[in-house]
């Protein structure tokens, strides 16, 4: 069985194998070689928050991890920081990673 995640702008559908939603219906987000820039998506739409990359680049870093949704946006964005020898800021309530 093959799950289709939520499609975004003009992105194709990316299709997902039922054996990797299943760690999400759990409460754990996992990504196996994922851009950046789509975990921060993803990340945006489950905590509700904004999120801004702000090196060139940095949003094409592919990023392998896992982690319990429950720790919530803040600490998902410090444990990418560290993954991608980047720093995270908060102003005004909107993320940044430098």
């Known amino acids: 069985m093959k799950v289709r995640s939520e499609v975004m702008k003009d992105e194709a559908p990316k299709t997902i194998k039922s054996e990797d939603a299943a760690p ?17 998506s993803d990340l945006e ?33 410090k444990i990418l920081c560290k993954l991608t020898d980047s720093r995270l800021t908060l102003a005004n309530g909107i993320y940044s990673i430098h």
Do not use: N, Q
């Open 24 to 40: 999400w219906k759990d409460g754990k987000m996992l990504y196996d070689g994922e851009k950046l820039e789509d975990i921060i």
């Open 45 to 77: 739409r489950t905590y509700d928050v904004r999120i801004r990359l702000m090196r060139p680049g940095l949003g094409e870093e592919t990023v392998s991890t896992s982690f319990r949704r429950d720790i919530g946006a803040g600490e998902a964005l």
